[in-house]
Structure formats: C-alpha cells, structure tokens
C-alpha cells in the first residue's frame, strides 16, 4: 500500500474525537516554505468541524510526505480553475506547520504557488495570523457591488416614485411646468 494511501486510510477511519484533539492552531512561529511535488488530491473531512476540505499528499525533495490543507471544498468547488492540482505537478507551498499522530507533516498552507500551471499563486490564509482568507469575503466581488448598487438604485427610486405620488395626492404643485406635462415625461 502507498504511503499516501494508508494516511488516507488511517485518516478517514480514525474517531473523530481522537483527531480533533490532535489539531492545533495555525502557529506563525512554525511557518515554513518548500518545494514539492504533488502526490495525491484528496477531499477529507474535517474531525474538528466536520467540514469537507481540499487536501493535497506532497513530498518534499527530501522525500518527506506532507498532508497540506488547502482550504475548504466549497471554496475549491467555487473556484475550480486556480484549485484543479494533478498528481505530478510541482507547487511551492508555505504555511505552518503541525504533527499528529497519523501524520507527522501537516501544512496549513497560507499559500501555494502551482509551478507547473505558470506559477499560479493561492493565498488562503493570512500567513502572519493563519485567518482564512475565504471568511467573509464574497466570492465574486463585482457580483456583489451590482447587487448593492442594484438595490440602492431600487430603494432611491421607489423613494421617488412615494415623494411624486404624495406631492400628485397631495395636490401640491412646486413645478414651473403644469401637471399635465410633467406627466407627459
């Protein structure tokens, strides 16, 4: 059995009480940075959470195995294009690093450039703090500035669209121009 394929195993089949003991924090005084070669893709669940992340067995040049921890899978499903990693690739990944006692090099990556797609750069997480980069941020920005300008508009129109029918109820007339043509517009 590969390696890559009993941490998997061992991973998945262990309680998750056991391993949400084992996962400590995003530690900055641990940060590191390597180069790898990518060896698995995996989705694993979180013990901790319970959420689904991205995951990815990667051996260093000196042939040791890590488990690096991207970033969530619907983040990674959001953006398939910069999260599509293939066995074989070669990524320069840097993070914090922590041991467990199913694996003995977890990266929590703050970032990983995929050397092998034109050095594409993922930021994940905040390499100072471990803050994933993914928390409150909206994951098409553009998207969500036309949507509030969209209901601003709406709000200031339906504003004025309430000031003109009152003022035409109201019978007050402040215009220059009659009624009639000012309705004509």
Partial sequence: MR?????????????CSV???????YNP???????????????LRNPK?????LHLFARDLFSNLYLIHVCPQWYADNHPEQFAFKP??????SGSRFATGLTPNNILAATVVNC??????????????????WNNQPDNLLERITE????????QSQLLRRQVKDK??????????PLSAQMAH
């Fill in 3 to 15: 390696p890559a394929a009993f941490f998997l195993a061992v991973f998945i089949l262990l309680p």
């Fill in 148 to 155: 509030i300008q969209r209901k601003l508009f709406s709000q």
């Fill in 116 to 133: 092998s797609r034109n050095y594409l750069e993922l930021r994940v997480r905040n390499p100072q703090t471990g803050g994933a980069l």
């Fill in 29 to 43: 005084l641990t940060f590191m940075q390597f180069a790898a070669k990518v060896e698995s893709v995996n989705t």
């Fill in 88 to 93: 074989g690739e070669q990524i320069i990944v």
């Fill in 49 to 53: 959470s319970g959420g689904i992340g």
């Fill in 168 to 177: 035409i109820m109201s019978g007050a007339n402040d215009s220059p121009f």
């Fill in 19 to 25: 391993a949400a003991q084992m996962m400590p924090p």
